[in-house]
């Protein structure tokens, strides 16, 4: 992940004060007073501004729909109508009055959470920025989900798929995220999966991860 440098948006007005205006009064009350505004109005505004809409981690609403629009990503997802299906109803004779399911009427949108709002956006920015290089993506996926190799990808290198990973079971959120979005980095031209692999398998990874112990992991 790229690190952002660290601002400072203080002003110190009063610095211009000499030795000479230590009894000047008037004038250092001026000074305080202008110093004061610009508490409130340069240096809070640029923090609050910093936290809520530049600093992903910390975006509020209003932040993350500002990135929305830059990096041109929806923030929920569209669902058709269900109006042709078998759905239970009042229709002609009741049909499939025992035995369908709701439908719907119009088409409509899907909101995502807030948290699903935050990674969707991480995940469409590294896409844009990214080359595509496995070490890149696995360095990048372990300051996104922690902890590496809690989600890596691996390359076939046959430019047919980038595999992902994942030593954990995906929860509903995430896994609605995977389902309805194409933001998994990978090379050009290249297709992605991803596989959900909770036992240790043998193999040559970090310090030799189940070297003597495990079995072939399909």
């Known amino acids: 992940m790229s690190t952002v440098q660290t601002f400072d948006y ?3 007005l009063l610095s211009a004060l000499l030795w000479q205006h230590d009894n000047a009064e008037a004038l250092k009350t001026i ?10 109005n340069q240096r ?11 600093n992903l981690d910390t975006a509020n609403d209003f932040g993350l729909a500002v990135w929305a629009r830059i990096l041109d990503v929806p923030l929920a997802v569209e669902v058709p109508s269900s109006k ?5 109803g009042f229709g002609i004779n009741h049909k499939n009055f025992g035995n369908g399911n709701f439908a719907r009427g119009t088409s409509g949108e899907i909101p995502l959470t807030i948290d699903q709002r935050r990674l969707v ?3 469409r920015y590294f896409q844009l920025v990214s080359r595509g ?34 030593s954990f079971e995906p929860d509903a959120h995430l ?7 194409d933001l998994l980095p990978r090379p050009a031209a290249v297709g992605v999966r991803y596989q959900i692999q909770f036992k ?13 112990n495990g079995n072939f992991g399909d």
């Open 200 to 212: 240790p398998s043998f193999g040559f990874g970090v310090n030799h991860l189940n070297f003597e």
């Open 121 to 123: 956006l991480k995940l």
């Open 10 to 12: 203080s002003v110190d």
């Open 44 to 54: 809070d505004f640029w923090a609050s501004w910093y936290d809520n809409v530049f």
């Open 175 to 181: 896994r609605f995220i995977l389902e309805n979005y």
């Open 84 to 88: 042709t299906k078998d759905a239970f």
């Open 31 to 40: 000074i305080q007073r202008k110093q004061d505004w610009y508490n409130d």
């Open 133 to 166: 290089s496995v070490t890149e993506i696995n360095e990048w996926l372990a300051a996104l989900f922690g902890d590496q190799g809690r989600v890596f990808v691996v390359d076939s290198l046959d430019m047919t798929f980038a595999t992902y990973f994942f």
